[in-house]
């Protein structure tokens, strides 16, 4: 069943490989409503993925991410890039429903052309936030978009989901770090490729680098990794920091080719993604069968059937397959 | 296909209804074999549960959970009732394949008779171990066993998810709780219906006590409850405050009854233990098929596939059964 008017998305598939903004706009809404009519196009798309540098830019509220990652299109474009952005921050700018960068202050229209921002609604995805966020990278990824940065709040297991599908992980701190430590706590400081410390211009932010360095110092290298994290201060009033910060993210995009940990860090990200795509669908299974699960939930009350039996019918499997055989 | 010798499932069920030992210990250990062939005969004999009052008895490390056990075996077989104990505690000398109380200390042969007592491997449970130790559970049920106890030490998401499907839950603490933060670390404080303080032979009991009753006094009642959480002390080596002791746990299960609380209970518990059930069962899923993942993950990462489809592959579902229609 399509709507009247619809475009059927096989048919949207060639626009947004040519990079039709339009075109690109509806699939990830489609990505983002989870309708089974766009599957089939979302994995034709899915093929003519994998040229993108995906960037991650995570942080705790309050961190300044909204302003880097303006001071970043900025700088890339500049540069003559076409840009991604893909926010799932609920308090960020771009974030709330805001299309297509409306809420972004372009520089020229140059600037706007080249740069793809997107917010992602943070609620109701029916399969998870998380795989929606990333088809719509995909999207993007298929379009010619690169770098693609996604933006998150460092908090909460969805948004640690999402950065950790990226290529390169920024996690940017405020100063006055040592009196916050939800980065720590969150553990979203071990997963930095690059450590930014935001609002270079205040005191505080010497003694910010100094604590993430020490920190460095003593912890070990990711694993399986040659890269050491380097710590880079930014103040978005500075364009010169700011292309040493656009600098250090190319750099580790080349050690990642140079050094062969690209494919690891590919397949290890595809291994999670598949299952962290596969949970969300479980969970979802849960959600939208309320009625049944009450019925499920009535049976087994009533010793009509056993817990057992009845999660095998809630995940519509054959009970026999998933036991052992004697 | 079955072993030579092998007795199926269903001829055991009869058996386990009338008390046979052997056939409790069989069925205890094809539910937590996983095997399919059981499957039958445990919704089968789920059918006859529900009448025996489960109790779960948790702890951290060092609170002295086995020998409360022990002791409450001892008076309970006294009073005539026919005792199940399913302890899950790695560090309990019930644990780490100790079979039907061969290690516990049974002071006479009608008290051996009237005990059943089962370890359950902490590893490899197919399906997971608190759906397995849950089947255990409703086999001493459907063989007219209770109370029914569950030993579990506090900690770790398995524990407190077999413990929660008790109708009472009896948390354990050592004297000296003030000093070990373990027990409100791990959050069982507040699913306890009974508090027991060790070791009151000990002069720190009472006040493990006090904090106990002062923490109780500030916090909420459990939530649709009318039950006040009571605090009592005993020492393994006075029969008098293991009658006490026996008397609250009867108390607390009469009280489920007359106060209509039960209902709600079980069936609170039996939503949660089907939605575990499933979990594990999805968990189990991605376990055992380490060679399907790993081909869907070289698909993916070809881009032979996506990652959607290669969830919905692995999870064995319709793509479209599980996306909204447009």
Known sequence: MTRAGYRPSHELVPLVLSGSRLAIARMISRAEGGYAEASEALAELYKHTGKAHIVGITGVPGAGKSTLVAALIK?????????????????????????????????????????????????????????????????????????????????????VEIVSAAHTIVVLSPPGLGDDIQAIKAGILEIADIHVVSKADKPEAGAAVAALKGMLALGPARSGSTWASPVVAVSSVSGEQMDK???????????????????????????????????????????????????????VVNRETDPQSAAHALLGWNQERSQREI
């Not at 995805?125 to 990278?137: E, I, K, N, R, Y």
Request: hydrophobic share 40%; no cysteine.
């Open 245 to 299: 910060l656009t600098a250090t993210i190319d750099k580790h995009w080349k050690h990642l080719h140079e050094s062969g940990e690209l494919a690891a860090r590919q397949r290890n990200n595809s291994r999670t993604r598949i299952f962290n795509t596969a949970r969300h669908l479980f969970q979802q299974q849960f959600d939208e069968r309320a009625d049944d699960l009450e019925r499920q939930l009535q049976a």
């Open 75 to 159: 700088s890339l474009t500049q540069g003559g890039r076409k840009v991604g952005v893909v926010a799932v921050d609920p308090s960020s700018p771009f974030s709330g429903g805001a299309i297509l960068g409306d809420r972004v202050r372009m520089n020229d229209a140059a600037e706007a052309n080249q740069a793809f921002v997107r917010s992602m609604a943070t609620r109701g995805h029916l399969g998870g936030l998380a795989p929606a966020t990333l088809q719509a990278v995909d999207i993007l990824d298929a379009a010619g978009y690169s770098p693609i940065i996604i933006e998150t709040v460092g908090v909460g297991q969805d948004e």
